[in-house]
């Protein structure tokens, strides 16, 4: 087991006097420390980020108790070495976290999270520079990172966070702010990453044609309660998703369109455009 909440509250204090903003209530969550690749999505101000920020300790609830790894997390319970622990098995990617960018090189900057967490100087410098090369960003290295497109400085950032080898990645919104081509790379390094690692996932995303194309599970916020958490299709089968203010996914209101025009029954398992365009070439439309 990776992370499991359970019936976690988190409440922060508002700026009035005596008022308290509830973020999160009554969670209860599993998720395994492999193999999954999951999407949190909902509205603006639903207890997202707060959510994941519970999952390394960044945030620890009001009440109920969260448990990562062999780390047991509840309002009392919350010393530091226990949190540096916690921080380096899952690694936490900020929304614009080319915005924590530092060093005076992009190399130094990548090594500087791998040496904060004990490894050695060469240590360090090994595994920054294989994720350099994951990434496609090791002709960077002596660069400064303020020098750098923000398409680059975003790489150098999440190889920060990869260089420590965390067994579970939070995302919050990966690809804001980035354009469409950004998006789709980073998208698609994530998901070689945790093709062929098998690492878990978890990314915040208000593109439901990302979250639909890459993520295998999906949990729902509205208004700080777990609304929906399952299979990708069958949410937006439904109006579960109309419900939670989501909208959906492109490809689905093109298959929605050839189903009821061209009275075809197309599934709902087609994940991207390229994918249903490529079964539509396929000839045999009606399966
Ligand atoms: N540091 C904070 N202090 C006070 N209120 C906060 C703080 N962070 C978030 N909130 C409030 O908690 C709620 C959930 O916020 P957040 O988790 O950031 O949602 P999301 O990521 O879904 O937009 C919102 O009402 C937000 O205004
Ligand atoms: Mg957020």
Do not use: C, W
């Not at 950004?182 to 998208?187: E, K, S």
């Not at 098998?198 to 999906?218: E, F, G, L, P």
């Amino acid at each position: 087991m990776g992370i499991s909440f359970q019936n976690v509250d988190h409440s922060y204090k508002g700026a009035k006097k005596k008022e308290i903003i509830k973020a999160l209530e009554g969670i209860n969550l599993d998720i395994s420390d492999k193999g999954e690749f999951i999407a949190v999505v909902g509205k603006t101000g639903s207890g997202k980020s707060t959510l994941l920020k519970h999952m390394n300790g960044l945030q620890i609830p009001t009440s109920g108790n969260i448990q990562i790894f062999d780390y047991t997390i509840t309002k009392k319970k919350n010393k530091n070495p226990k949190m540096k622990k916690i921080r380096k098995r899952v690694g936490y990617v900020f929304q614009f976290p080319e915005y924590q960018l530092f060093e005076e090189t992009v190399l130094k900057d990548i090594m500087f999270a791998p040496k904060n967490f004990g490894f050695s100087e060469e240590e360090a410098k090994k595994k920054a520079l294989s994720i350099m090369k994951l990434l496609g960003i090791e002709h960077l290295a002596s660069k400064s990172p303020f020098n750098i497109s923000g398409g680059q400085m975003r790489r150098v950032a999440i190889a920060g966070v990869l260089s420590y080898d965390p067994d579970i990645i939070l995302l919050d919104e990966p690809t804001r702010g980035l354009d469409p081509k950004g998006a789709l790379d980073i998208m698609e390094l994530f998901y070689k990453l945790h093709k062929e690692t098998n690492k878990t996932i978890i990314m915040i995303s208000h593109d439901m044609d990302i979250v639909y194309k890459y993520a295998s599970r999906i949990v729902v916020l509205n208004d700080a309660h777990l609304t929906y958490d399952g299979d990708k299709v069958k949410l937006f089968e439904s109006d579960i998703y109309k419900e939670n203010h989501l909208t959906k996914p492109e490809v689905l209101k093109l298959i929605d369109y050839l189903n009821e025009k061209l009275k075809l029954n197309i599934s709902y398992e087609h994940y991207d455009l390229d994918d249903l365009l490529k079964y539509l070439e396929g000839g045999d439309i009606n399966g």
